[in-house]
């Protein structure tokens, strides 16, 4: 009898040694692996609007962002999907295991986005229910030109007609509705508009770039960003007087 009790002690220890062996691997698992293929941590984290526009959500309201890494090799890769997603005041809004925020109350968050130590971050603001001057929009959200003068017009669209906004520059090299210099932009009408403005040909050897907010009176602000690039040559000419005798010179 002590036989069979013996065989089946040893059957039980050699199955619980496979049975270990093949749940081992699944411990090594890590979670926040990039989806990218790219097994190595990346140097930088970079997150975004998945979509153009700006930053902002309404309150019971989404938002999609994305993170995108980049490597020491200069590769990029799509992370959102694998990324550790966190919000700094979830009382405001929430952020999900895919980069999804859901507006709670107005207000601002910081979202961060991280794989392993590197993360990136996308400054968030929660605007009022929809019904407000929230919900506008840019025709464009940036744009960019040579060297050489610019000249672009984008539109603002607004979901009532009360919403009353001005245009503002922080560069005095675009010039804001045919006025040079001009930093400020009043339509002098709210609802729906259009800012026109002129970029002053660029004769540094630097690259150079300015933004222009189109503000509203509920607080709400858009972006519409501008870079130019540098010239790509510059010199300089001195004026030098010289009298010369009946005789000639050089």
Known sequence: MSRPSGLHHRSWGSSLAVLI?????????????????????????????????????????????????????????????????????????????????????????????????????????????????????????????TALTGIVRFGIVTPFSDCRWTATSDASWLALDHVEGGVFYDPGQSGDGSVFYIAASNNSLLPRTARIAVAFTDGTTLDHRVSQTAATCAYNVDLVEQLLGAAGGT
């Open 21 to 145: 062996v093949a749940l081992h691997p699944g411990c090594s698992h890590n979670p926040s692996a990039p989806s990218d293929g790219n097994t190595t941590s990346p140097a930088r984290i970079d997150v975004a609007r998945a979509t153009d526009g700006p930053l902002h959500v309404s309150v019971a309201q989404t938002l999609q962002l994305k993170a995108v890494a980049t490597y020491s090799d200069g590769k990029v890769g799509d992370v959102t999907s694998s990324a550790l997603w966190r919000s700094s005041d979830p009382s405001i809004a929430v952020v999900g295991t895919t980069g999804v925020v859901q507006a709670g109350k107005t207000g601002a968050v910081d979202v961060t986005a991280s794989v392993g130590s590197v993360f990136g971050v996308a400054h968030v603001d929660v605007g009022g229910a929809s019904g407000n001057c929230a919900a506008s929009t840019l025709s464009s959200y940036s744009s960019s030109f």
